[in-house]
């Protein structure tokens, strides 16, 4: 799932017994589980979602199989550094789980098998969410990825400043408030003054960034071209609007500051997808110095503009011997109804297949968010989701985008046409063969 950054452990293996047929190589640095004379499934994975998911439902439901499953978990910042010079030898792994950052890359790269040859998968296919399939899809019409969850965006904001500043009652009212971007700056203005300078609108202006990023007409890079969307440069202004005027702290992005808003009284509100609900929010809600909490005050509306960001899709390598096995696995953790309606149940984790997604809806009150039902809220921006301007030099391009031309440009410290040569610069300088003309 989620680009859990913060949660991604040092590398470890865990070897589990599970079913069938000789399987990849791997790492020689990690440990290997004693096979006993069985075949392994090897699984990479970047996120602590594959062991829980492998070892308390999957292993659970097939306890007899006749393999074993070996489960090597790397740090995020590490897992392309780690999986890139072993793709496509006999030491790659069988399944490797990819976050959407970097996930276009692996589907474009020609070293996943298409997924469309397992009926085990595509029988049950129909309920999973478009975006979905399309990100898991690559140029030559090849479905070679699939995932468990959607991941929808959304603003979530503290209900008693709501109330107390802006006179916004419900969720209702606050979207209404903040239903474009004008409107979100215009509430961020009232804020301001109702609060005098005290309570700023969003931590960072990255808050910014991802709903302008999901919602762009182009990707990066086009026939070999850098594509600037018109509505980044829409983003550029704002962010320094934003800045100059006082209306965000103006938090580096992920960084402790960041997080300590989240048990504050100084921020309004930040901008999340489902994942950023449990893994982020709740778990800075509580302010580690007085104890003090803000759980139950926060609410979720969409805000100015429907976007996605991160989750996690499973893919079979090409040099895999097990592919039946692990199309087995992966039918099981993106397709099996049963399965992610237990899933979605133990975890609040917004899944992928609607049919599960419908079924589920109208039963959750989360106590977090003062007894909203925030799947049925997601659920409903689901639909606004598009991907076709996911390419494989997001990471990338999104980081050199945010540090050679949006944050100094929202700073003041250069012009907007300085800010945008020296953002192509930086990428003629990553990526040599794109042209940024």
């Excluded at 096979?35 to 970047?46: I, N, P, Q, T």
């Excluded at 209900?159 to 961020?188: C, H, R």
Aim: with cysteine.
């Amino acid at each position: 799932m989620k680009r859990k950054w913060l949660l991604a452990l040092m590398a470890i293996a865990v070897a589990l017994v599970l079913a069938a047929c000789g399987g990849g190589g791997g790492d020689g640095d990690d440990d290997s589980a004693d096979g006993g004379g069985k075949d392994v499934l090897e699984v990479w994975s970047f996120t602590d979602e594959a062991e829980k998911m492998i070892t308390e439902y999957y292993l659970k439901d097939n306890p007899d199989l006749p393999y074993e499953i070996k489960i090597v978990q790397t740090p995020t910042d590490q897992f392309e550094q780690k999986l890139d010079p072993i793709l496509g030898s006999d030491n790659a792994p069988d399944v490797v789980f990819l976050e959407q950052m970097f996930v276009k890359k692996y589907v474009e790269s020609g070293m996943l098998e298409d997924l469309s040859q397992f009926d085990a998968i595509m029988s049950n296919i129909d309920p999973t969410v478009d975006y979905v399939v399309q990100v898991g899809t690559n140029s030559n019409g090849e479905f070679v990825a699939n995932a468990w969850q959607a991941t929808p965006g959304a603003f979530f904001y503290r209900d008693s400043m709501a109330k107390e500043y802006l006179g916004l009652e419900t969720p209702e009212e606050v979207q209404a408030a903040i239903s474009d971007w004008n409107k979100f700056y215009e509430t961020a203005v009232k804020l301001k003054e109702a609060t005098n300078g005290e309570v700023y609108m969003i931590s960072t202006i990255n808050d910014l960034f991802f709903p302008y990023y999901g919602t762009r007409s182009t990707g990066w890079v086009e026939d070999g071209k850098l594509m600037i969307d018109e509505s980044l440069y829409e983003l550029m202004d704002l962010a320094k609007t934003f800045v100059q005027e006082g209306l965000t702290l103006d938090a580096p992005g992920e960084s402790e500051a960041y997080f300590a808003g989240m048990s504050s009284d100084y921020i309004f509100g930040y901008t999340l997808p489902t994942w950023g609900l449990h893994y982020w929010l709740k778990p800075h809600a509580e302010n580690a110095d007085t104890g003090e909490t803000t759980a139950g005050d926060w609410r979720m509306v969409m805000g100015p503009a429907p976007y996605f960001r991160g989750g996690t899709w499973i893919g079979i390598t090409k040099t895999s011997k097990m592919k039946e096995e692990a199309a087995d696995l992966i039918a099981y953790l993106t397709v099996n109804e049963d399965f992610l309606t237990k899933w979605a149940q133990d975890t609040g984790d917004f899944v992928a297949n609607m049919n599960v997604v419908n079924a589920i809806k109208d039963d959750y009150s989360e106590e977090f968010l003062g007894g909203q039902n925030h799947y049925a809220a997601f659920a409903e921006q689901v639909p606004n989701i598009q991907a076709k301007v996911i390419t494989e030099y997001d990471q990338t391009i999104n980081g050199l985008f945010i540090d050679h031309a949006l944050t100094p440009y929202s700073k003041g410290e250069v012009d907007k046409d300085t800010a945008i040569e020296d953002f192509k610069a930086a990428v003629q300088n990553a990526y040599p063969d794109i042209s940024v003309d």
